[in-house]
């Protein structure tokens, strides 16, 4: 699923894809109550990415699309 974790300041953003979105959240939570400096992220096909945790502005879950088929 895609996730955009928006950085503050910089006017920028980390767009990944992650396959377990339920631990991902779970491992920012964790992050953010033990005041770690970084959280690593990997995208399958872009690598990894290690993001300042103070530095987070948002994150955006996408919903996963529906594909339809046929005339609207």
Do not use: N, Q
């Not at 928006?6 to 953003?13: E, H, N, R």
């Not at 033990?34 to 399958?44: K, M, R, T, Y």
Request: glycine share 12%; charged share 35%.
């Amino acid at each position: 699923m895609r996730v955009r974790i928006g950085l503050a300041d910089t006017g920028t953003d980390v767009d990944v894809d992650i396959k377990d979105v339920d631990g991902f959240v779970k491992e920012l939570e964790a992050a953010i109550e033990s005041g770690s400096a970084l959280i690593w992220v990997e995208d399958p096909e872009r690598g990894r990415y290690g993001v300042a945790v103070a530095k987070i502005a948002y994150v955006h879950i996408e919903g996963e699309k529906s594909r339809s088929v046929g005339l609207r």
